[in-house]
């Protein structure tokens, strides 16, 4: 790849992109073929690996920094900034074993940035922190990015990849998918997902009904009216359901189930409780039905069903009938993003 370029590898799990990464840091050697490697190579892969938690921050820095590369006069010129960029100033002499996880990695991504090197390796390391430290780590690679540093992202994070990088590398199985430039890439990938999740889940995997109104088809659909996957919180979902109607049927209601993928309930819906009318008289026809899903970072999959007067007897249910993925990395934990704020007296 050409010196200066911001190179994004993106595929599902499994798909050998940390597995690249560690090849081309000369963690780990390849079963066949090469990698040859020009200049000095940053892996930010595991940070934090060599910290000792009985140990103070600072004698961590001096001991990270060494296995980074950096010499102890080195690390003496940039302790301060190493500090006050993890916001760690009052904890400095403090035992590692006391700090959060948060705490900790603030520690390691900011001795990391501290090392000069021609090519860096990053692994998922714009998650790391809250979100004021994530806003920070932003503009840390803004800047490598104009300084014409080497750079090999790998991330789920697709909106940061569209943002940073100039060429993507979608991956599956450890095979090359596509190469280009982010946007058709990434489309590539979310093509992928979809296709995945039809042959895991399977459309007709479970199902059940009656049967005198048939679901035929159902797609999760993004803003761009295209099937997707993956969306962050608060963005839109369109659920799609096509159906028709094999025998003449007096009342007709669809209704949408969503669950995480541990099977916690998240939401139950249907056209009877809105009071939606739905013509039953129509041979074909179909429902759509947008969300604006709070739903925090996590796996989710989609019950649908056809029915009368009650859902416990279904013209046709669908069971895990389509999957998406939220990869929103807010900070906050449970289920969905609540609106709140705070106030101090």
Known sequence: ??????LGIIGRNGS?????????????KPNSGKVSVNGTIAPFLELGVGFQPDLSARD???LYGAILGLSRQEIDRKFESIIKFAELEQFVDQKLKNFS???QVRLAFATAIQAEADTLLLDEVLAVGDMNFQKKCY???????????????????????????STVVLLDEGQVVSVGVPEPVVYEYHKLCIKE???????????????????????????????QTIF?????????????????????????????????YCLGVNTLYDSIKVDASRKQGSVRLGITAALLKGSYYVNIVSFGM????????????????????????????????????
């Not at 080497?150 to 990088?165: G, M």
């Not at 009656?210 to 803003?223: A, N």
């Not at 028709?244 to 541990?262: K, M």
């Open 1 to 6: 790849m050409p010196k200066g370029e911001f």
């Open 16 to 28: 050998g992109k940390s597995t690249l990464l560690k090849i081309i840091a000369g963690i780990l």
């Open 60 to 62: 961590n820095v001096y």
């Open 101 to 103: 996880s948060g705490m």
């Open 139 to 165: 503009e840390v690679f803004k800047e490598f990015k104009l300084k014409k540093k080497t750079i090999i992202y790998v991330s789920h994070n697709l909106e940061s990849v569209k943002e940073f990088c």
């Open 197 to 227: 999740t039809k042959k895991i889940l399977g459309f007709v995997a479970n199902q059940w009904g009656s049967r005198e109104v048939k679901i035929d088809d159902f797609k999760i659909i993004g803003q761009g009216a295209s099937e």
């Open 232 to 264: 962050s919180t608060n963005e839109e979902i369109i659920l799609n359901i096509r159906y028709s109607v094999q025998q003449a049927v007096e009342v007709l209601h669809f209704g949408v189930g969503i669950y995480r993928s541990d099977g916690t």
């Open 310 to 345: 009650d859902e416990k007897d279904p013209y046709h249910f669908l069971n895990k009938a389509g999957a998406f993925e939220i990869t929103d990395k807010l900070p906050y934990r449970g289920l969905i993003d609540l609106k709140h704020n705070w106030k101090i007296d």
